[in-house]
């Protein structure tokens, strides 16, 4: 049975600013009017009022007769936003946040994240590059915006009804700091016990300074298929990018390798009795013969996301490198469904 509804408000990772990464989740058994996470910041209302235009029943078919005080607006739709729910404050996943923040409707909201994520985004919101619209003090009543931190403890914490997130850290490059760390969340729909996976911003392990994706894998695979289905992933470049000028991202050659990660962890979880756990640091062995991998990602939908659009193609890049990835994932036969994750799009889950 459904867990979550997801609209897909923006899926993108630049240049074309109308098209970032933004999402709008809820629980497929309650209402739109019942309140929304907005996971990602990146598009927000513009984007909405596009996506609106074009499928004005995205959010369910209204009555005919309906009082026009009550239409359904990109306003109306964010003021229902209980909570933001961030990977990292890179500027093409907080933009929208940040420019409406002065004049969101409805409740006052959180904002889920790292405590690096919400250090990161109090220098914008400093008085200096933009007002300070954001607190950590939940009772100061001249604040709409509310910081929660979110750690990577290993546990879910309950973020909206129904509705609980575990954070993982992943690996997003390099600055003069040293690894900058994006998030992934785990986003569980309490009653089913269903769940899926989302990644920000995120490089391949075999050229991280900190390789944490087959932490992540790891954490996953005992779960996959029945309790965890569905998988977000970025993949920002095409085939053939060189490692070095990655910049912390995917391209198809990598996703490939994890998705190969991804399968080894869950043939090896499967073999692992039930009620035991398998040791943090494994021992060198060899890799799983290719033979043993088929079919191991049956019942798994892979959403890839965050393609860097550079007007270069006459199909959106998003579905080019969509292309290289099922076509480069083929022959492995992992029984995975790989899907992209279009701007406008209604996903059930």
């Given at each position: 049975?459904?867990?979550?509804?997801?609209?897909?408000?923006?899926?993108?990772?630049?240049?074309?600013?109308?098209?970032?990464?933004?999402?709008?989740?809820?629980?497929?058994?309650?209402?739109?009017?019942?309140?929304?996470?907005?996971?990602?910041?990146?598009?927000?209302?513009?984007?909405?009022?596009?996506?609106?235009?074009?499928?004005?029943?995205?959010?369910?078919?209204?009555?005919?007769?309906?009082?026009?005080?009550?239409?359904?607006?990109?306003?109306?739709?964010?003021?229902?936003?209980?909570?933001?729910?961030?990977?990292?404050?890179?500027?093409?996943?907080?933009?929208?946040?940040?420019?409406?923040?002065?004049?969101?409707?409805?409740?006052?909201?959180?904002?889920?994240?790292?405590?690096?994520?919400?250090?990161?985004?109090?220098?914008?919101?400093?008085?200096?590059?933009?007002?300070?619209?954001?607190?950590?003090?939940?009772t100061n009543p001249l604040y709409r915006l509310v910081y929660h931190a979110l750690h990577a403890d290993g546990k879910y914490k309950t973020i909206f009804p129904d509705i609980a997130v575990r954070s993982m850290m992943i690996s997003h490059g390099k600055n003069e700091l040293g690894c900058y760390e994006s998030s992934c969340f785990f986003i569980k729909h309490i009653p089913s016990n269903h769940e899926f996976v989302f990644f920000g911003d995120v490089e391949p392990d075999s050229v991280a300074v900190k390789p944490r994706n087959v932490t992540v894998w790891r954490a996953a695979a005992p779960k996959i298929p029945h309790d965890l289905s569905a998988v977000f992933i970025e993949c920002s470049y095409p085939a053939g990018r060189p490692d070095d000028v990655l910049w912390g991202h995917l391209t198809p050659n990598h996703l490939v390798q994890e998705m190969i990660s991804l399968a080894t962890e869950v043939v090896l979880a499967r073999k692992t009795p039930e009620g035991s756990s398998r040791p943090r640091k494994k021992q060198k062995k060899d890799p799983l013969p290719p033979e043993a991998l088929h079919g191991a990602l049956a019942g798994l939908r892979v959403y890839v996301m965050h393609c860097k659009e550079h007007f270069s193609t006459e199909r959106p890049i998003s579905h080019v490198i969509g292309d290289q990835c099922r076509e480069m994932l083929a022959p492995h036969k992992l029984g995975l469904e790989l899907l992209t994750a279009d701007q406008g799009m209604k996903i059930v889950i």
């Open positions: 049975m459904p867990a979550f509804d997801i609209i897909v408000v923006g899926s993108g990772g630049g240049l074309d600013e109308t098209n970032l990464s933004g999402y709008l989740v809820k629980p497929c058994n309650a209402s739109w009017d019942d309140g929304i996470i907005a996971l990602e910041a990146g598009s927000g209302h513009g984007a909405l009022k596009y996506i609106m235009k074009g499928n004005p029943d995205i959010f369910g078919q209204r009555p005919a007769d309906e009082d026009p005080s009550k239409k359904i607006t990109p306003f109306t739709i964010y003021s229902n936003v209980k909570c933001f729910l961030l990977t990292h404050a890179h500027l093409d996943h907080i933009s929208s946040l940040v420019m409406a923040a002065g004049t969101f409707g409805g409740c006052s909201k959180r904002i889920y994240g790292s405590p690096q994520t919400l250090k990161d985004l109090e220098t914008v919101f400093s008085d200096r590059v933009w007002p300070r619209l954001a607190t950590y003090d939940e």
